[in-house]
C-alpha cells in the first residue's frame, strides 16, 4: 500500500486551524464538521479522506461494514484519537485540545465498556452525574433508559441489553448537546433493539444531536435522519433513508399477474408510453420504470373498463439494502483487490 506524506502523524500540539466559538457553530447549524480526514495505523490506512456534516439536533448513522473506519472516525471527533491529518470540528471547537467545557457538552457510548460491576445502575448514575457542572436529575435519567426497575441491582448482574441502556443512561446524566453511539445494540436481540430504538428516538424530543455508527441497515433507517455510508475510510454516499444512493428516483418495480384478457400488445404499448421495460415470466409481468404512475394509471384504467383486478400488484422501490449493496458492493471489490496486492 502507498502511504502519501499527509499519512505523517501531526504532534498533538501542532497548531490546527483555529477553533470556532460556539457562536459560529451555532450560527452554521453545524454539531460537526469533518474535512480530509485520514488517519494511519502504522502501514493500514483506516480513514482515508473523509468528510461529514452533522446538523445541530439531527441524528445522523455512520453506516458500513466492519472495518470500514466508524470507530476511529466516531473516537477521533470524541478526542479519544489522534489523527493523521485533516479538519474536524466538534461543537466548534477542534477535539484535539479537548477542554473540560468542551467535554461536559458531549456524552459517549464507546463500542465497548467496563463497569465497576459491584456498584448499583443508581450508585454509577450519581457518580458520573458529579462529574458534570449541570447534570440531568439521576432518577429522571435512569428512567428514560428504562431502567428505573434496576435501580438498586448491581452493575455486573445486568444483561447485554440492560448494560448497554446504563452506557447510555452514563452518557446522557451530563445533559451533553450531543451524543455519540457506536454501534448501540450490537449483539441485542431483536426485543432488546426495539427497546435501545425507542430510547435513542426519545433523544430526539429532548433535541440532542446524535451520531451513531451500525451495520445493521434497519437500524439506520428506523432512527437516522440522514445516513453516510462508509466504505473504506471515506464517505461512499450521503442522505436520508428515502434518499441515498438515488433511492428515490431510481426506477420501481411494478409486478403483478396478468389477466388472461390482457393483451400482451396492450402491456407493450403501457410499458413504452412509460419508458420501461417489460418482462413476463410464467404469467407473472414485471414492468421496470421510473414513472410508475403513468404505467399503474393506464393498466387501472383497463381494469376497471373490464371489470377485473390485477392479482397481486405490487410496486417495489428499491430498498435501502439494494442500494447499499449497489454502494458498497464495488468498492468493497477494489479493497479485497488491495489487500491482496499488499500481501504479495
Ligand atoms: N488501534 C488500532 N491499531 C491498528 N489498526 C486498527 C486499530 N483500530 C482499528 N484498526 C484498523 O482500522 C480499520 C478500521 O477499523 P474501525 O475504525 O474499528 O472500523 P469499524 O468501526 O468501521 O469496524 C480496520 O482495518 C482495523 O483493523
Ligand atoms: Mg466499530
Known amino acids: ?56 439536533g439531527e441524528i445522523a448513522a455512520l453506516l458500513g461494514p466492519n472495518g470500514a473506519g466508524k470507530t476511529t472516525t466516531v473516537e477521533i ?14 461543537l466548534g471547537a477542534d477535539p484535539r485540545r479537548p477542554t473540560r467545557e468542551w467535554r461536559a457538552r458531549i456524552g459517549l457510548v464507546l463500542q465497548s465498556t467496563q463497569m465497576p460491576a459491584e456498584l448499583t445502575v443508581g450508585e454509577l448514575v450519581a457518580r458520573f452525574a458529579a462529574f458534570y457542572p449541570s447534570p440531568r436529575d439521576v432518577d ?15 452493575a455486573g448482574r445486568l444483561s447485554g441489553g440492560q448494560q448497554r441502556r446504563l452506557d447510555v443512561a452514563l452518557a446522557l446524566v451530563g445533559d451533553p448537546e450531543l451524543v455519540f453511539l457506536d454501534e448501540p445494540t450490537t449483539g441485542f436481540d431483536p426485543q432488546a433493539r ?27 433507517e428506523a432512527l437516522a435522519d440522514r445516513i453516510a455510508v462508509v466504505v473504506d475510510g471515506r464517505i461512499a454516499a450521503e442522505g436520508t433513508p428515502a434518499t441515498l444512493g438515488g433511492r428515490d428516483s431510481a426506477p420501481c418495480e411494478v409486478r ?30 414485471t414492468l421496470r420504470t421510473a414513472d410508475p404512475a403513468g404505467v399503474l394509471g393506464p393498466l387501472l384504467d383497463w381494469a376497471r373498463a373490464h371489470g377485473t383486478e390485477l392479482p397481486g400488484l405490487e410496486v417495489r422501490r428499491p430498498s435501502l439494502e439494494d442500494v447499499y449493496l449497489a454502494i458498497t458492493g464495488g468498492l468493497g471489490a477494489r479493497r479485497s483487490a488491495r489487500r491482496l496486492e499488499d500481501s504479495r
Request: hydrophobic residues 40%; neutral net charge.
Open 256 to 285: 403483478f399477474c396478468r389477466p388472461e384478457r390482457l393483451d400482451p400488445a396492450v402491456l407493450d404499448l403501457v410499458a413504452a408510453s412509460a419508458e420501461g421495460s417489460l418482462t413476463v415470466v410464467g404469467g407473472v409481468v
Open 140 to 154: 429522571e435519567t435512569i428512567e428514560l433508559v428504562g431502567l428505573t426497575a434496576k435501580r438498586r441491582a448491581r
Open 1 to 56: 500500500m502507498v502511504i502519501d506524506d499527509a499519512c505523517t502523524e501531526q504532534p498533538a500540539g501542532a497548531p490546527g486551524p483555529a477553533p470556532d466559538g460556539p457562536a459560529r457553530d451555532e450560527a452554521g447549524g453545524q454539531a460537526i464538521r469533518v474535512r480530509g480526514l485520514r488517519k494511519c495505523y502504522g502501514r493500514v490506512e483506516a480513514v482515508r479522506g473523509l468528510d461529514l456534516t452533522v446538523r445541530r
Open 77 to 90: 471527533l470524541e478526542g479519544h484519537r489522534s489523527r493523521t491529518s485533516g479538519d474536524v470540528q466538534v
Open 194 to 220: 426495539r427497546q435501545a430504538w425507542s430510547m435513542i428516538d426519545t433523544l430526539r424530543t429532548l433535541s440532542k444531536t446524535v451520531l451513531l455508527t451500525t451495520h445493521y441497515l434497519d437500524e439506520a
